[in-house]
């Protein structure tokens, strides 16, 4: 499995950007880049995916570099509600049971 | 979108006995489902891969003696803890795919707190 570095920790001003960084040197060329978060005491919830292109859902951005060794993941107006810890996953594709491996994430802080 | 659930949501049990947390598929079928611990500040380990209709895998350091898994259908895993000792607190979370899916999204329960007193 591709290791993943990610920051520990970050803030930000709520109604700001956010932008989370991962590394991910090791990815095989199949794998796709996931971002979870994880909500205080919850389960993880999907966020985001993408191969080698930009991506846009209604929750966020994923920029992909274009050596795919790293990615960011795009809050364009943080909430209090985006308060979480966010993982980068890489995963193979094509998809089937896919087990998840979770590093340590990093924990997003909002400050209203 | 897709819902897992699970049951309960939080239980506190004495130390020596077993308790069961179940893992549903509200409204799709899965074949696989996987079980999580995350204890305080730390990320999400996880423990054993469910397979319906047959033995649970689980990951090296897990115990399957004292955590039994049973996936009796296509929307429901169990994860039993026997001989609950306090050591064992823990929140448990467990997530499913959906069957034929071609990827995309994987989908977690809200999660389960067990404290052993």
């Known amino acids: 499995d591709a290791k993943t570095t990610q920051p520990n920790s970050m803030e930000s001003n709520e109604e700001e950007p956010v932008h989370l960084p991962c590394n991910h040197s090791?990815?095989?060329?199949?794998?796709?880049i996931h971002w979870y978060r994880q909500l205080p005491s919850q389960g993880p919830e999907y966020v985001i995916h993408?191969?080698?292109s930009n991506v846009n859902n209604r929750m966020a951005s994923l920029a992909i570099a274009e050596d795919r060794k790293s990615s960011t993941l795009i809050l364009h107006r943080a909430t209090l509600r985006d308060a979480a810890v966010y993982y980068c996953?890489?995963?193979?594709?094509?998809?089937?049971?896919?087990?998840?491996?979770f590093g340590t994430g990093t924990r997003l802080t909002i400050i209203p | 979108g897709a819902v897992v659930s699970q049951h309960p949501s939080r239980v506190i049990c004495k130390s020596g006995t077993s308790v069961k947390i179940e893992c549903r598929s509200l409204?799709?079928?899965?074949?696989?489902m996987f079980w999580y611990r995350q204890f305080p500040k730390k990320s999400l380990m996880l423990m054993a891969t469910?397979?319906?209709?047959?033995?649970?895998?689980?990951e090296q350091g897990v115990e399957k003696d004292k955590f039994l898994i049973n996936h009796a259908s296509l929307t429901l895993s169990t994860l039993t803890v026997t001989s609950a000792h306090p050591e064992d607190s823990s929140f448990y979370i467990c997530?499913?795919?959906?069957?034929?899916?071609?990827?995309?999204?994987?989908?977690f329960g809200e999660g389960s707190w067990l404290t052993v007193v």
């Open positions: 409204d799709f079928q899965a074949t696989t």
């Open positions: 993408g191969l080698t």
């Open positions: 997530s499913a795919n959906p069957t034929g899916n071609s990827g995309n999204t994987i989908y």
């Open positions: 469910s397979n319906e209709g047959s033995k649970a895998t689980y």
């Open positions: 090791t990815i095989s060329g199949t794998d796709y």
């Open positions: 996953i890489p995963l193979r594709g094509p998809f089937g049971n896919e087990k998840l491996t």
